[in-house]
């Protein structure tokens, strides 16, 4: 096999395991705490439990604020 091979092969694994990593945030990109997410994701997605979390987080429903009128 060639260097390009390996090469081209350890991208698309890499590429393949950024995105299941980075799962959570791709998901919760519309929500309003997505900043939050991303940085949970990042910071705690590599321990299991941190990743879980993030996605749980991306996954629910925002809760509309209430504004006194």
């Known amino acids: 096999m ?3 091979a390996n090469f081209i092969d350890f991208l698309l694994l890499f590429l ?4 299941i990593y980075f799962a959570p ?7 309003r705490n997505s900043t939050a997410i991303l940085a ?15 996605l749980v987080w991306a996954l629910t429903k925002d809760v509309e604020s209430q504004k006194d009128a």
């Open 2 to 4: 060639s260097t390009g």
């Open 16 to 19: 393949f395991g950024a995105t």
């Open 25 to 31: 945030a791709i998901i919760g990109i519309k929500k």
């Open 40 to 54: 949970l994701n990042f910071l705690l997605g590599w321990t299991f439990v941190g990743w879980v979390i993030a």
